[in-house]
């Protein structure tokens, strides 16, 4: 019995870190319905709110990595991944410049024109 939940116990958090610090159980933010995002304003919120790390021309700096990498293509982190980054912040997974705190006061709103100018960028240099 004692062992039997202790098992499980361990499975539970063992479950909870694989799965990115429990990031699923949280809900992506959502931009206002039919919110349409604007590269232009994304790129004025990027500048201010994100690249400090991810650098002005999104070519990273030494505190956050690169956009313009086929890491970030749409099929390896979606719109919702904007969303909870800027929201939630990040634990270091795929890299090794430590974990990305979140964003103060960035609505979801503002994330998604943030979003819309990072993919146009990188559609400029091939990555779809
Ligand atoms: C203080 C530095 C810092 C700031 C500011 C910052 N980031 Fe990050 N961000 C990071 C780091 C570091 C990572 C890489 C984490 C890793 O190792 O995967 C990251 C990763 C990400 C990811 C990938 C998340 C994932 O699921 O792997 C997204 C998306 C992202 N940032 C979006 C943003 C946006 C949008 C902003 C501005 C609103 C922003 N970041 C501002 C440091 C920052």
Redesign the pocket.
């Known amino acids: 019995m004692f062992h039997h939940h202790t098992w499980l116990t361990a499975s539970v958090v063992w479950l909870l870190m694989s799965s990115g610090a429990g990031a699923q159980a949280l809900q992506a933010p959502q931009p206002t319905p039919g919110f349409m995002p604007n590269p232009a304003q994304g790129k004025r919120l990027?500048d201010k709110?994100?690249a400090?790390?991810?650098g002005l021309d999104l070519q990273g700096t030494r505190?956050?990595?690169p956009f313009l990498h086929p890491v970030?293509e749409p099929s390896h982190?979606g719109d919702a991944?904007?969303q909870?980054?800027?929201r939630y912040g990040?634990?270091?997974?795929?890299?090794k410049?430590?974990?990305?705190?979140p964003?103060p006061g960035?609505t979801a709103d503002e994330?998604a024109h943030?979003?819309a100018y990072v993919r146009q960028q990188q559609r400029g240099v091939g990555i779809r």
């Open positions: 990027f709110q994100c400090t790390c991810h505190q956050g990595p970030y982190h991944s904007f909870m980054a800027a990040t634990r270091a997974h795929h890299w410049f430590g974990d990305m705190p964003v960035v994330v943030i979003t």
